[in-house]
């Protein structure tokens, strides 16, 4: 196979060419594509080097498939020349996900929206914080979902390489200062610049802009990509998203309301028996539950702390955790690319 | 005033003590107890320096109040010591709350539950992530509550000195590390100990233990002082409660859901006028919302992003945040003897 990465050197392109090494995808050929400034650099992938290169035209030329995650407007303007040149596009961005001539995918949950290996075309990689949500959703619909609330604990690597950067540059120097004088830095050099707020030692409850409506372009995200991937376009979703100091991966508290009771051995054998998920199915003053920290570098979606509603017998409450670079981005198009091709 | 601080060496102890001064608080005489380890220790506040002593019997002859901050074990067995010695007790700990012979006080919120200054008895102080969330709620009392839901961000200042230590340690740990070769601590030498779970970096979905229910200790005492302050025994009140490497303040993601509908102006104008509350009035685009950061250290209750629910019109959503060692224990804690006293 001859796959272009375009946003190489990102943190999501990165893990994408490790997952091809990790997974042992088939690569004749790799492509690596970043901005100017990075021509000349080279990028490892399946043990060889590639060299970076910049985009211009032909660039796509004979190549099986793209996957794209450098920004909503390079993907806008580069992956329908990527579909033009013969090639699928694998879209990271959030340029296609809502445009209905294409598909969003989670290849556990909708799998059969995907084109045939003969029909190249543009297929959108949903949101992060969508996916690992989804994949828990997918698995109780049999259960009639009618209403779902979440509240996301974010990392900072949702941001990229240089929202990690900016936290572990506060950090180090809040520490530094509480080493010297006791108390944390007053006045940080390393001033917000990625975030919105100081992010070490805090929450910030944004991600993304505003909406008049009062929810945030990633909440947006969540609700609509949610009811599109589960084509429930009446689905109850209501989100708030929150950035955590957590390096990496995404942790979400989710409500969701059934149509019909369900017992828990019910709920809990769905989960068990979901495509893409791990359960940890805890006991009562156990600790058996996923945390970021465990989850980071791992494919799978994790499923912990089932437990029903006190209120209400048709609400259970859940915890799912996955890494936000690799099953929220990465490894999902890398999955999309496997079942194109396998088919 | 002659005022007894219990557990003076502690977190909230220190802070209760602090904010005597900065409240300008009438002392005469202040005894700072501890365990015995702590004897011969000094502690400050309100320009003098008093002895640390350790409880034994008759130690609280002749003083006005007593705060406990020192654990249920202790608050069980010395605070009716205290009551009849003559004292109000004023306890931090969970060991009265949920009992209905004592009132259970957030003075914004009820305190004519308070009893007068000719009768001397056990005052419960609620739990931290219960305060900030009633003096929210108390506001939107007029609304008609049916139904609320929280989600908590909670700092490790929640847990002590020792879990503030652990978040710190860990941290250095693995800026450590990742400073030497880039990756973070494999293996910690400091171990989890205050919590279940590396805490740096991560966040973790247990504060205290699980009820058979699946829910934590924390989340149940947020559902049952919640209904017991408002007065409000079948409101619906469900919990998820994260521990996140904040270092102090607690934040919430709410949604509360009215029996009428609400306009924004009249809900933007009820936490304006809230008791307690301080309101960030946010616009489209722009990061206007409190933080646990900037409220650190602060005394009211923040609340922000005050946003209609778009799938239920009866539901709003908001963000909360306060010092839970203020505001959620000291603070609290001193505004009731504040009340009593001046009656």
């Given at each position: 196979m001859k796959i272009g990465v375009v946003g190489a050197t990102g943190a999501v392109g990165e893990a994408f060419m490790d997952i091809l090494e990790r997974r042992k995808f088939p690569i004749d050929e790799l492509r690596a594509f970043a901005s100017?400034?990075?021509?000349?650099l080279n990028v490892k992938s399946c043990g060889r080097e590639w060299p970076v290169q910049s985009l211009r035209?032909?660039?796509?030329?004979?190549?099986?498939l793209v996957f794209f995650s450098s920004g909503d407007n390079i993907s806008r303007e580069w992956a329908p020349k990527a579909v033009e040149s013969g090639a699928f596009a694998v879209d990271?961005?959030?340029?296609?996900?809502?445009?209905?001539?294409?598909a969003l995918v989670v290849p556990e949950v909708n799998s059969n929206r995907l084109p045939s290996r003969k029909n190249p075309t543009i297929i959108a990689n949903p949101n992060c914080s969508t996916i690992q949500l989804v994949v828990a959703l997918s698995a109780l619909r049999p259960f009639g979902l009618t209403d779902v609330r979440v509240a996301t604990y974010q990392a900072v690597s949702g941001a990229g390489k240089s929202g990690k950067e900016e936290l572990l540059a506060q950090t180090h120097e809040h520490l530094h200062a509480q080493m010297r004088g006791g108390e944390f830095a007053?006045?940080?050099?390393?001033?917000?610049k990625v975030f919105p707020h100081e992010i070490a030692f805090n929450c910030i409850p944004q991600i993304g802009s505003f909406n008049e409506n009062g929810f945030c372009t990633e909440e947006m995200k969540i609700t609509n990509e949610t009811r599109k991937i589960l084509e429930m376009p009446k689905l109850k979703v209501s989100a708030f998203t929150v950035r955590v100091p957590a390096l990496n991966s995404h942790s979400e508290a989710v409500w969701v309301t059934f149509e019909r009771r369900v017992s828990k051995e019910e709920i809990m054998s769905a989960f068990e028996k979901g495509a893409g998920l791990r359960l940890f199915s805890q006991s009562t003053d156990t600790t058996h539950y996923p945390t970021a920290r465990m989850a980071s570098g791992e494919f799978p979606v994790f499923v912990g702390r089932v437990h029903q509603d006190l209120n209400d017998p048709h609400t259970w409450l859940f915890w799912v955790v996955a890494d936000n670079v690799l099953k929220g981005a990465a490894l999902n198009g890398l999955q999309i690319a496997e079942q194109i091709f396998k088919q």
């Amino acid at each position: 196979m001859k796959i272009g990465v375009v946003g190489a050197t990102g943190a999501v392109g990165e893990a994408f060419m490790d997952i091809l090494e990790r997974r042992k995808f088939p690569i004749d050929e790799l492509r690596a594509f970043a901005s100017e400034k990075s021509e000349g650099l080279n990028v490892k992938s399946c043990g060889r080097e590639w060299p970076v290169q910049s985009l211009r035209e032909g660039c796509f030329d004979g190549l099986d498939l793209v996957f794209f995650s450098s920004g909503d407007n390079i993907s806008r303007e580069w992956a329908p020349k990527a579909v033009e040149s013969g090639a699928f596009a694998v879209d990271n961005s959030a340029a296609f996900r809502m445009n209905p001539d294409y598909a969003l995918v989670v290849p556990e949950v909708n799998s059969n929206r995907l084109p045939s290996r003969k029909n190249p075309t543009i297929i959108a990689n949903p949101n992060c914080s969508t996916i690992q949500l989804v994949v828990a959703l997918s698995a109780l619909r049999p259960f009639g979902l009618t209403d779902v609330r979440v509240a996301t604990y974010q990392a900072v690597s949702g941001a990229g390489k240089s929202g990690k950067e900016e936290l572990l540059a506060q950090t180090h120097e809040h520490l530094h200062a509480q080493m010297r004088g006791g108390e944390f830095a007053q006045k940080l050099t390393n001033e917000p610049k990625v975030f919105p707020h100081e992010i070490a030692f805090n929450c910030i409850p944004q991600i993304g802009s505003f909406n008049e409506n009062g929810f945030c372009t990633e909440e947006m995200k969540i609700t609509n990509e949610t009811r599109k991937i589960l084509e429930m376009p009446k689905l109850k979703v209501s989100a708030f998203t929150v950035r955590v100091p957590a390096l990496n991966s995404h942790s979400e508290a989710v409500w969701v309301t059934f149509e019909r009771r369900v017992s828990k051995e019910e709920i809990m054998s769905a989960f068990e028996k979901g495509a893409g998920l791990r359960l940890f199915s805890q006991s009562t003053d156990t600790t058996h539950y996923p945390t970021a920290r465990m989850a980071s570098g791992e494919f799978p979606v994790f499923v912990g702390r089932v437990h029903q509603d006190l209120n209400d017998p048709h609400t259970w409450l859940f915890w799912v955790v996955a890494d936000n670079v690799l099953k929220g981005a990465a490894l999902n198009g890398l999955q999309i690319a496997e079942q194109i091709f396998k088919q």
